[in-house]
């Protein structure tokens, strides 16, 4: 049993107070130092608010603020091409985005109108194209010359550059490739540092369509969103110089116009040498923005050559005569005013573009390029090729020539559809890309009867396109349509093609129901003066005529194969087709693709050596295996034995075997 003291108990009662006594005091004498210290920080933070506070919104919180108003600043001048981008009409080249993957590449920003061409890209070059003979043997071995288009790009670069003279927070930038209008933009917000407001500044450059000797730029820059006054700020224009790899001209000869004029002879190629002179004019060198006004500046290249000569000697005798030439154009052009000039150019690019294409690949079954890339190979074929009908010095009667043979070619397209041709449409990432792009395309369109419309220019070439991408022929009584009956899955629209003085649109639809069987829409643009008559495959029933309002026809699919589609004035040629044609087999479309399925695979033949070969070798291996089996009990073996009871247990013996 534990027994505990009185008089220890009554001492440790007073240890145990004196304890906590000093424990409390301890605690509040800790305390005090921190609240001090709370107060100090206190005092601290409100002496940094106070004087730095400023500094902080400006650098750090307004960067936020900076980053959302040249976003928005961008965003509400991107708007405006949202339909065009919808369309696939126009493409948008973020320049704030890391490097773009391989898949998803942006078009080359390129400008061209088959004589001068460019990157617009800080110090790009000025390329021009131009016509080179080549020798070459044809089928029958006999030399024949054939044209090509060559590039030489030009020794100094017209690409303005902006550099702006006051502080930004921040900057965003981005570019518009309009394919439809042959225009590239570049849009740039500035934030203004300490101001709510951003600057605006658009960059337009083009080679002009119509008047082919035309490199045009016009820098715009404004003021968004400030509603106080931030006094003049100073975008500085820079250009490049020229002087370095030309001679300049004596102005005392042009003085009264405000551009310069230069001249050289240059080797565009081994022993092959061309004059050159170039007209070059800037309306300023600064752009100077306010709220109350937005300013502009101007540029102006016009590039003149002569034909290729085999010496410099003989190119230097051209040099003063292509100077008055250069002279007296620039003279007129430059009188111009930008709005008129840009006016014209888009004009001539809507005319060329009368003809077009709409593609629709199914998500099941593409089989046809991706839209985008056709639309970025017709833009920079044509764009590397001249327009003999839009050039301003044509004369007339020509003009009513060239629009006769574009009514009437000769037997084109005579082949494959080019659908399938992965070289035909692919990504560019140069200028050489873009010359080789339209050598290849030319030469396979004359290859298939189409020389005739590609020598007609930027127009003929783009009918010819869309000619070889539907199949679509041209013949002497009508024109038929001839796709791959493999591809007619997928939308295909075909606009404003021209057949002799009627304009059609072709298109091919699928069925929206289960089926997806595909359908031939035909309409004519307006009322036709001769009656204009269509039949399906084969023509295995009577002709309809067609109008203004679409006209549905099935597909079929023959045996042999014929067209899906033809088209006539005369409506006893398209009677006659159903007797000439000797048609063994009609299907529709769903059929044939039902017996393409069925017909997919290794000819049946193929299946049955393979299975009489496996019956073979496993009958071969039975054989082998039961030969095998009988012949182990005929094999001499040796054994000695030794008896024990009524057991007699053997031993293997190997001596023989060994002896041997």
Not at 29 to 41: D, E, G, K, Q, Y
Not at 55 to 83: E, G
Not at 429 to 458: P, Y
């Amino acid at each position: 049993m534990l027994k505990i003291r009185p008089s220890a108990a009554k001492l440790q009662i007073p240890m145990a107070q004196q304890n906590i006594s000093q424990m409390t005091l301890s605690f509040s004498l800790r305390s005090l130092p921190v609240t001090r210290r709370t107060i100090a920080f206190g005092i601290t933070a409100c002496i940094f608010f106070i004087y730095l506070g400023p500094f902080f919104y400006r650098n750090v919180l307004s960067l936020f603020t900076s980053q959302s108003n040249v976003d928005s600043c961008l965003a509400m001048h991107l708007k405006q091409h949202d339909i065009a981008i919808g369309e696939l009409d126009a493409y948008i080249n973020d320049h704030n985005q890391d490097e773009p993957s391989q898949q998803n590449r942006p078009p080359l920003q390129f400008v061209g109108n088959g004589k001068l061409g460019a990157i617009v890209k800080d110090s790009s070059s000025l390329y021009i194209f131009y016509p080179e003979s080549v020798q070459h043997t044809d089928n029958k071995k006999q030399v024949v010359m054939r044209e090509e288009i060559r590039t030489f790009k030009l020794p100094f670069s017209p690409i303005l550059q902006t550099r702006h003279m006051f502080s930004s927070d921040s900057e965003k930038s981005s570019s518009v490739i309009n394919f439809r209008e042959g225009i590239v933009e570049r849009l740039s917000c500035l934030k203004i540092e300490g101001h709510s407001g951003c600057v605006f500044l658009n960059h337009t450059a083009v080679a002009h369509r119509s008047r082919p000797n035309v490199f045009l730029q016009h820098i715009s820059a404004s003021l968004d969103g400030s509603s106080r006054s931030i006094g003049d700020k100073t975008i500085k224009i820079l250009s490049n110089d020229i002087d370095a790899s030309f001679n300049r001209v004596s102005e005392n000869l042009f003085n009264h116009k405000p551009y310069k004029l230069h001249s050289n002879v240059l080797e565009i190629s081994q022993g092959k040498f061309m004059a050159i002179s170039v007209a070059s004019k800037l309306t300023g060198d600064n752009l100077q923005i306010n709220n109350d006004n937005a300013n502009h500046v101007d540029a102006m290249t016009v590039v003149m050559h002569s034909g290729i000569k085999n010496s410099k000697d003989l190119a230097k005798l051209e040099e003063g005569k292509l100077q008055k030439q250069t002279a007296e154009y620039a003279n007129i052009v430059m009188e111009m005013s930008t709005d008129e000039l840009l006016k014209e150019h888009r004009a001539a690019w809507k005319d060329i573009l009368h003809t077009g294409l709409t593609v629709s690949p199914s998500e099941d079954e593409p089989g046809l390029p991706d839209p985008r890339i056709v639309n970025e190979t017709i833009y920079y074929v044509l764009s590397s090729s001249d327009s003999k009908l839009h050039d301003e010095g044509i004369p007339e009667n020509e003009r009513r020539n060239l629009i006769n043979r574009l009514q009437t070619p000769d037997f084109c397209y005579q082949g494959h559809s080019t659908i399938s041709g992965k070289s035909l449409w692919s990504h560019v990432t140069s200028v050489e890309d873009v010359a080789n792009l339209q050598r290849l395309w030319s030469l396979t369109l004359s290859k298939h009867q189409c020389k005739s419309l590609v020598s007609e220019g930027a127009e003929g070439l783009l009918q010819a396109m869309l000619l070889s991408f539907g199949g679509l022929k041209f013949t002497e009584n009508d024109l038929r349509f001839g796709p791959d009956p493999e591809v007619l899955h997928n939308d295909i629209s075909f606009h404003r093609l021209i057949y002799r003085n009627d304009t059609l649109d072709i298109s091919v639809k699928r069925a929206r129901d289960s089926t997806g069987t595909p359908v031939i829409m035909v309409a004519l643009r307006d009322h036709p003066k001769i009656p204009l008559y269509a039949c399906e495959a084969g023509c295995v029933r009577d002709a309809v005529e067609l109008g203004v309002q679409a006209q549905e026809l099935p597909v079929y699919v023959t045996d042999p194969v014929t067209p899906i589609l033809y088209i006539s004035h005369d409506r006893k040629h398209l009677s006659d087709l159903r007797d000439t044609l000797h048609v063994k087999k009609i299907l529709e479309h769903a059929q044939h693709m039902e017996e393409v399925r069925k017909g997919t695979g290794l000819p049946t033949i193929f299946w049955i050596g393979i299975g009489s070969l496996i019956v073979f070798f496993h009958l071969f291996l039975i054989r082998l295996i039961c030969n095998e089996y009988n012949s182990s009990y005929k094999s001499p073996v040796h054994f000695t034995g030794v008896a024990s009871g009524n057991a007699k247990y053997t031993n293997y013996s190997n001596r023989g075997r060994l002896a041997s």
